[in-house]
């Protein structure tokens, strides 16, 4: 907290809260694998609406490298660590309308059951709608419900039910635990020695965690939908298809936009499902969906309820400013009917991750579900004749771990 020591010693506050209406944005804290400057963007932007809105637009984070953290872009800026002691002794000062955590990726986002417990607003998404969505094994279960495919799955909370449920599921089985962001932990495995290593050296990180253990679509063709749902309309940002094969994390993936090898009707059936869970999880504001795609069959993989690290690519990508817009949907200022989309983009986007493997020798350079990129870059290309992108389509195996 913005405290300071006085000369007899007592502390006091020197934050002096207005009487405005106020709405807090959490950022993502430190720079870190699996977020960072994506979320930043997001943040800014959301923090630009606000104040459009009229509220008074507060910030909540710790990093000095971030744009959301210089002195002119929020009304007041909170620079501390973006954990549950210190955001409740602001909000207990500045008593908000609401709090914003779409926009912080998923250190936002799991401060959500907190907040909710204290009885503080999340604006946009509900905390349960979110939990579904987090919650793998929930999530497959609304899955089943809406009669979505999606890879065969169970959950295991130890080494004995994990092996069991691999043999149900089938081999190769993805091993992974809930409320990670960056794919953390997360292995593929083959065999029971495999499923055995990889759950003792997951609850050895992340004791308690319930593990989910899916079916891996080996070889398949990845591909994600960002959207927007206002609680009535759905506006599909775009749809982005993986140049690498499933099995590569898809913050370490060249995504391409829009996508290039997709069937027309495999594209749409990505929009319908994507638009039938937005509806299902009610969603307010913004949705990234995964999806694997194989033999003709699209499957879901995972679905995030909050500004995933392409929504500001697809932003740059076509020129739109969507989270300004999603900000404002989250607020229920306005409407998805109130604006009108443009997309500016010719030819081709592609969404490069970028790595720091030459600062890291010692570090494995072969690529999984885990993820290694620190950042991306956009290319932007004319067409699929491109010696870039036959280059990059050429290759997109080689650095595939198994």
């Keep these: 907290m913005s405290t300071v020591t006085s000369s007899t010693g007592l502390l006091h506050n020197e934050s002096i809260p207005s009487n405005r209406k106020k709405i807090i944005v959490l950022g993502s804290g430190p720079n870190r694998i699996g977020q960072g400057i994506e979320f930043d963007y997001c943040c800014v932007h959301g923090l630009m609406a ?110 004995d039910e994990a092996v069991e449920v691999a043999n149900r599921v089938g081999y190769p089985v993805l091993v992974r635990p809930s409320y990670v962001l960056g794919g953390q932990r997360m292995r593929i495995v083959i065999n029971d020695d495999e499923v055995e290593k990889a759950v003792i050296s997951l609850l050895k990180h992340i004791p308690g965690n319930k ?82 795609v194989k033999d003709g069959q699209v499957y879901v993989i995972e679905a995030n309820p909050r500004a995933s690290r392409t929504t500001p690519f697809i932003a740059k990508a076509y020129g739109i400013p969507y989270l300004n817009i999603a900000t404002k949907v989250m607020l229920g200022e306005k409407k998805l009917t109130d604006f009108t989309f443009e997309k500016k983009l010719e030819g081709f986007a592609i969404k490069e991750p970028v790595f720091s493997f030459n600062k890291f020798p010692g570090v494995n350079k072969e690529l999984g579900p885990e993820m290694k990129s620190t950042g991306e870059a956009i290319r932007f290309v004319k067409d699929l004749r491109d010696p870039y992108f036959r280059k990059l389509y050429k290759e997109r195996s080689m650095n595939l771990s198994k």
């Design 211 to 292: 593990i989910l253990i899916d079916h891996f679509l080996d070889r398949c063709q990845e591909a994600e939908v960002d959207a927007i749902f206002d609680g009535e309309n759905f506006h599909v940002m775009g749809v982005m298809e993986h140049i690498e094969p499933a099995g590569i994390h898809s913050g370490d993936s060249n995504a391409v936009l829009p996508a290039f090898n997709l069937t027309p009707l495999e594209v749409t059936t990505l929009e319908y499902y994507s638009e039938k869970i937005a509806r299902a999880l009610d969603i307010r504001g913004l949705i990234n969906i995964q999806f694997a």
């Design 50 to 159: 606000i104040k459009e809105c009229g509220y008074e637009a507060i910030m909540v984070n710790c990093n000095p490298e971030t744009v959301s953290t210089d002195f002119d872009i929020a009304d007041k800026l909170y620079f501390e660590p973006v954990f549950w002691e210190h955001l409740w002794e602001i909000i207990e000062l500045e008593q908000p309308e609401g709090v914003i955590v779409q926009l912080g990726g998923q250190t936002a986002l799991k401060l959500a059951k907190k907040l909710v417990e204290k009885g503080v607003k999340i604006i946009g998404t509900s905390f349960d709608s979110m939990d579904i969505a987090e919650d793998r094994g929930r999530f497959s279960d609304l899955l089943r419900d809406l009669e979505i495919p999606y890879p065969q799955y169970g959950t295991a909370y130890d080494v």
